[in-house]
């Protein structure tokens, strides 16, 4: 068992966590825990911070048409020329 000594930072009470108890639970800086108080305990329990995971099938699934503008754009792409312009 570790002792470690209260903190405070920009006005929070810290409990500092060692460094070997950090490393078995794969937690590290920003990691999400949830902090409860129980019978004069502190418990710190790990919570699974959650990845979301994407595919290209389920980012398009909601996609809409090109708005106005850019049909308007290509289109003017697309035609022909009228002058002498440089493509």
Do not use: C
């Not at 209260?6 to 999400?32: E, F, T, W």
């Not at 503008?69 to 290509?74: A, G, I, L, P, V």
Request: glycine fraction near 4%; charged fraction near 30%; aromatic fraction near 6%.
């Amino acid at each position: 068992m570790a002792i470690a000594n209260l903190k405070i930072v920009d006005g929070d009470l810290v409990l500092p966590l060692p460094m070997d108890a950090a490393n078995k639970l794969s937690l590290q800086d920003g990691s999400p825990v949830d902090v409860s108080a129980e019978e004069g305990r502190i418990i710190v329990t790990t919570k699974e911070r959650h990845i979301p995971q994407y595919n290209l099938d389920d980012l398009l699934a909601d996609y809409e048409q090109w708005p106005q503008e850019m049909k308007d754009y290509r289109e003017w792409i697309d035609a022909p020329r009228v002058g002498r312009e440089l493509i």
